[in-house]
């Protein structure tokens, strides 16, 4: 009988050849486990390319339709050293300027008057000051209270 043969007719492995079998079934398992992994992966990156475009038609869907969104238009004006009050402050039911909001002609002497937000029908309106000491005197140290005196 050979040397490596057992009385069942199986062959006797050396350590070596165990070291070298359970190293295969360590592979092996780790190249199952890398695969799995790897297929949910893609799986989810599917799923994902998907699910993801069709929430986003839905929701254009919701935005485009008037039952759900009472918006009709958006209009963008742009127009240098202009803000939103100076075009829709006084506008009904705009969020603009205060009721009895009232720009003191001089902020140090509030009993001499003030200027009421008005609606200027000029076609073409002053300009603000630009220089440093215009912007020091409307600033009036954080109050923001001087634009009318600044003006002068």
Do not use: W
């Not at 398992?29 to 989810?44: M, N």
């Not at 039911?93 to 909001?101: K, Q, R």
């Amino acid at each position: 009988m050979d040397n490596n043969m057992t009385r069942a007719g199986r062959t006797k492995c050396s350590s070596f050849q165990t070291s070298k079998a359970k190293t295969i079934v360590k592979n092996r398992l780790h190249f199952v486990v890398g695969i799995t992994v790897s297929l949910f992966l893609v799986a989810a990156l599917v799923a994902a390319s998907i699910i993801l475009p069709l929430a986003y038609a839905q929701q254009i869907r919701s935005i485009n339709n008037p039952a759900t969104n009472p918006i009709n238009h958006i209009v963008v004006i742009m127009q240098e050293n202009r803000s939103f009050d100076n075009y829709f402050g006084t506008y009904p039911g705009a969020s603009g300027i205060p009721s009895g909001t009232c720009m003191p002609l001089s902020p140090d002497h509030p009993n001499v008057g003030c200027v009421k937000p008005f609606l200027s029908t000029n076609v073409i309106s002053g300009d603000l000051p630009h220089g440093y000491q215009s912007s020091v005197i409307a600033h009036d140290n954080g109050k923001m209270d001087g634009f009318m005196v600044s003006r002068k």
